[in-house]
């Protein structure tokens, strides 16, 4: 039973177009399920923000008191170059390239994608199922939908029959597209191309002698095509019917289409009833594209190597960032826009730290009770982010007001807004109060510098007592110093 019942959640329902009152399908409980990477490269940027949306949504459904079953795969076979039908894979591809076994590519890029997202303080999946861990569930939903008459073998290769599913269903409802007019703007197929028509897709593609990504399959040799496996894995681990289904608003079309006609031809049902899309993340206001050098990799802004950047930022300053826009909005990064980010931050832990600390009054002269039921409203109001964070500036207002003497708290009031400010900005949010470039970090820097100055200045003396306790009291602390030929430098444990 969810902890506040009494107030009502509302989704943006990318099937309906419409905010819909959330209400699950299982009481208190929800399945929900977001595409994960396909692990041939370095993560994008791009798909980071989409799975900070949803590891936000995941933490705020928890935080309703919803036992949460979250399944993000990982995509390491059956996705093909330039999603389309006839391309390589793209992980044997890197493999050929690269000369390593594909498992090595899906190793180092797994590793990658890991390592970047708990940087991003992300919270793991409940199950993060793996493609190739699930062929023998995508040959029997193959079967499924040839026994219904909605695919046909050509070759050793199955493909979705979409004309046939459409006369029973409706194929692009999704998306918005009809199938009338998807054929009338397909121009005329190759001669050889072994599909029925343009808008059938793939379920298992038989694999050629040089294919070295293959499994054994009533239709041969061959491997799953990429649509396929999402199906397999949401049915297997969240049901026939799931909660929510997620994703990047470019899977949208034809990804999350073939995965309703997919569902549908098999189980004869709709298999999602909330479909939720995250919008892209522009950087200077252009589409991010290696081609062009209009990109940057999430590791690069926690170093600053990268010309975009004056700067490193710290990844909560950059989770921050990201949390200010909705996640349906476009979102563009600069480097401006992670400096107003910084500073917003700091001043948000900056007031966090300072409440502990408040002397507290007879009155308030702020209403806790009040403005914490408004960052409710708006996290329930399709889990708008930038109005919670609105709302926690107001709160730093206060905070600040009080500090200065201007205002009033309650010692009751003080602990109802501290607790508050735990969940939204730390539990929901996901932010770390220990980011690395707060101006507490900073003036700890300046402090740690001031003792080298000291240290050297007592060395100069050859006064080697004192300079040998500045060093040895600081390593006590974790704080080692290194003295090399330009100086001394320090790192923090
Ligand atoms: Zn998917």
């Known amino acids: 039973m969810p902890l506040y019942e009494s107030q009502v959640l509302r989704i943006y329902n990318s099937l309906t177009g419409k905010k819909e009152i959330f209400k699950p399908i299982n009481e208190g409980h929800v399945g929900m399920y977001v595409c994960g990477p396909t692990v041939y490269s370095n993560v994008h940027l791009g798909n980071c923000r989409t799975f900070m949306s949803f590891d936000m949504i995941f933490r705020y459904l928890r935080h309703l008191g919803y036992k949460v079953r979250y399944v993000r795969n990982i995509t390491d076979a059956g996705h093909l170059v330039d999603d389309a039908e006839d391309g390589e894979d793209k992980i044997a591809k890197k493999a050929r390239i690269e000369k390593l076994e594909p498992m090595e590519v899906v190793q180092r890029y797994t590793l990658d994608f890991h390592n970047i997202l708990e940087k991003f303080n992300f ?13 023998i569930e995508q040959i029997e939903i193959i079967k499924d939908i040839l026994a219904k008459g909605y695919a046909y073998e050509v070759n050793g290769s199955v493909y979705f029959d979409v004309a046939t599913f459409n006369k029973d269903h409706e194929y ?102 909330y479909w939720m899309h995250a919008n892209m993340l522009t950087l200077n206001g252009k589409k991010m594209a290696k081609s062009t050098g209009n990109n940057i990799l999430p590791g690069e802004i926690f170093t600053g190597e990268n010309d975009i950047l004056s700067k490193a930022f710290a990844p909560s300053v950059v989770r921050f960032f990201m949390m200010q826009a909705h996640y349906t909005s476009i979102l563009d990064l600069s480097n401006d826009a992670l400096l107003a980010s910084e500073k917003g ?97 900073e003036k700890l820097s300046q402090v740690v510098q001031l003792l080298i100055d000291m240290r050297k200045e007592a060395r100069d003396n050859k006064d080697f007592a004192t300079s040998d306790k500045i060093r040895d009291q600081l390593a006590e602390m974790g704080i080692q110093l290194k003295d090399g030929k330009d100086g001394t430098t320090f790192s923090i444990q």
């Not at 919270?123 to 062929?135: C, D, F, K, R």
């Not at 709160?395 to 309650?410: D, F, M, R, S, Y």
Request: hydrophobic share 35%; with cysteine; aromatic share 8%.
């Open 123 to 135: 919270l793991p999946p409940s199950i993060e199922p793996t493609a190739t861990g699930h062929i």
């Open 172 to 273: 692009g409802k999704l998306s918005g597209r009809k199938l009338e007019d998807m054929v009338a703007n397909t121009r005329e197929l190759a001669a050889q191309d072994e599909k029925r028509n343009p808008q059938d897709f793939a379920l298992w593609k038989k694999a050629e002698p040089q294919h070295i990504m293959r499994w054994p399959s009533p239709w041969g040799d061959g491997f799953p095509g990429w649509h396929l496996e999402c199906t397999a894995m949401s049915t297997k681990y969240l049901g026939e019917t799931f909660d929510i289904h997620g994703g990047g608003m470019d899977l949208k079309f034809p990804h999350h289409e073939c995965e309703i006609a997919q569902a549908e031809a098999s189980y004869g049902q709709p298999p999602v009833k």
């Open 345 to 441: 931050f700091n001043r948000l832990m900056d007031a966090y730290n300072a409440l502990k600390n408040l002397n507290t009054g007879t009155t308030s002269d702020f209403n806790v009770n009040e403005w914490k039921q408004k960052c409710y409203d708006a996290m329930n109001d399709d889990f708008n982010t930038p109005i919670l964070i609105a709302h926690l500036f107001d709160a730093v207002k206060h905070i600040n007001l009080i500090k200065e003497g201007k205002e009033q708290i309650t010692e009751v009031d003080k602990t109802l807004l501290l607790e508050a400010l735990n969940s939204f900005v730390f539990d929901i949010l996901g932010l770390e109060q220990n980011a690395g470039t707060s101006q507490d970090t």
